[in-house]
């Protein structure tokens, strides 16, 4: 069955240090987002892709950093991790154009940064 | 800019009765509208979608939304629920005009069933 699968589960880091959370889907969609949940916001979009070679942000990218070199990974790098960076993050693909089809999402990266 | 506001944090219901999770959205062209469900320690699950037709469909585990127009708001329903049910609840919108069709979710709306 198709998937979509995020490493690693749980994170802990340090301030300062550059931290990849991998996203990996075989559902062969363009489409592929990531978003952060924390209590009280709901998620939030980070940065969004359409399809290789294509990065776009979201509504809070600051600190944040995502390539797109094949269908199928969508790595997000946190280049310097601060504190406020400490959440759950979710990777998310969808298939089609126009934002009509449903989002299909991976299990979660739980980040903490000391 | 396209949102979307879930006025509850919580919605408590017995078990048995109806339930509703409200939705309100807002974007500059045709409305995307999706609801998903969270379960502790998971990803989302997709529950429904609206795109265009009629107005009232109907998703996975005997849920139900409602599209009205006029009062921008798709909420989520189902005539009886189960404690199964109890779960974290988001409403999404994509904007069908805007081009950079992204997805915005809501704050949530943790739903309770008693039994």
């Known amino acids: 069955d198709a998937e979509i699968t995020q490493s690693p589960r749980h994170k802990i880091t340090e301030t300062g240090r550059q931290v990849t959370l991998a996203c990996h889907q075989t559902?062969?969609?363009?489409?592929m987002f990531w978003y952060r949940q924390d209590l009280g916001h709901g998620l939030r979009l980070i940065h969004y892709?359409?399809?290789?070679?294509?990065?776009n942000k979201g509504e809070v990218s600051d600190g944040y950093s995502v390539s797109r070199s094949n269908t199928e990974d969508l790595p997000l790098t946190l280049e310097s991790a601060a504190s406020s960076q400490t959440s759950v993050y979710f990777c998310?693909?969808?298939?089609?154009?126009?934002?009509?089809?449903?989002?299909?999402f991976g299990e979660g990266s739980r980040l903490t940064v000391l | 800019a396209q949102s979307v506001a879930q006025p509850e944090d919580q919605v408590n219901v017995a078990e048995g009765n109806p339930l509703t999770v409200k939705c309100t959205y807002s974007?500059?062209?045709?409305?995307?509208l999706f609801w998903y469900v969270q379960y502790p320690n998971r990803g989302l699950q997709f529950l429904l979608k609206?795109?265009?037709?009629?107005?009232l469909v109907k998703g996975s585990y005997g849920f139900e939304a409602e599209f009205n127009k006029s009062q921008t708001s798709f909420h989520l329903k189902k005539p009886s629920a189960l404690v199964s049910d109890s779960a974290l609840y988001f409403c999404?919108?994509?904007?069908?005009?805007?081009?950079?069709?992204?997805?915005?979710f809501g704050t949530g709306t943790r739903l309770k069933v008693l039994a």
């Open positions: 999404a919108v994509s904007d069908g005009a805007s081009g950079t069709y992204k997805y915005i």
């Open positions: 998310a693909s969808s298939e089609g154009r126009g934002g009509t089809g449903e989002l299909f």
């Open positions: 609206y795109i265009t037709g009629d107005n």
């Open positions: 892709s359409y399809g290789v070679q294509d990065t």
């Open positions: 559902w062969n969609h363009n489409n």
């Open positions: 974007v500059s062209g045709n409305p995307y």
